[in-house]
């Protein structure tokens, strides 16, 4: 059971735009929190899409973008592209639990 | 690029020690950055084990610290794990990555391949 909460798979055609939620608590997601997000090609090292909760890293497109609220964030896919299918995961740190990094059970997107 | 390739071991006994090392190319393991150990067992999400600081500072997993040790060679410009008395629920994929930290911030940059570990008997 993974501290942050992702939804386990979201799909959608070419095109379309998605969205990843992952919530959690207080002492994850809550104020003063950190939210990154990364994206996973089975077989292939998993890349950095978002950090902080909206930054891009350099060589990230733009059709990804973070947003946050209270204690959840979500990560959006605009215009889905078939290079796009991954696992998705998120990740913060947890003070109560002192570990410096929790995850979310990941977010296998499908494009149709 | 900075690049991290791990290796060791692929199949390891119950009760055993597993031992990766992880090579580091174009960033200095002495740099201001974090060198953590991340590992993924099949069908969860990922978990992390413990990190390496400056002047050899660690924080390891409370759930893993008492069989877990994280150490650097900085002439080889290389860190290491050290995990105890594995079992089966240790299989998976290990990664080590570098992190870049900021206060209670720290996001990973860079990740390596991952080594895929097995515990049987």
């Known amino acids: 059971q993974s501290v942050l909460t992702q939804p386990p798979s979201v799909s959608g055609a070419p095109g379309q735009r998605v969205t990843i939620s992952c919530t959690g608590s207080n002492s994850n997601l809550g104020p003063g929190s950190h939210i990154h997000w990364y994206q996973h090609v089975p077989g292939t090292a998993p890349k950095l899409l978002i950090y902080?909760?909206?930054n891009r890293p350099s060589g990230v497109p733009d059709r990804f973008s973070g947003s946050r609220s209270a204690t959840s964030a979500s990560l959006a896919i605009s215009g889905l592209q078939a290079e796009d299918e991954a696992d998705y995961y998120c990740q913060s740190y947890d003070n109560n639990l002192s570990v410096l990094y929790v995850f979310g059970g990941g977010t296998k997107v499908t494009v149709l | 690029q900075v690049q991290l390739q791990g290796s060791g071991p692929g199949l390891l006994r119950p009760s055993e020690t597993l031992s990766l090392t992880c090579g580091v190319s174009d960033s200095s393991i002495n740099s201001g950055y974090s060198w953590t150990w991340i590992r993924q067992s099949p069908g969860k999400g990922p978990e992390w084990i413990g990190s390496l600081y400056r002047r050899g500072k660690t924080y390891y997993n409370p759930s893993l610290k008492s069989r877990v040790t994280i150490s650097s060679d900085t002439f080889k410009n290389q860190f290491s794990l050290s995990l105890t008395s594995v079992t089966a629920a240790d299989t998976g994929v290990y990664f080590c990555v570098r992190s870049d930290c900021s206060g209670s911030s720290c996001f990973i940059d860079y990740w390596g391949q991952g080594a895929l570990v097995t515990v049987s008997s």
């Open positions: 902080d909760y909206t």
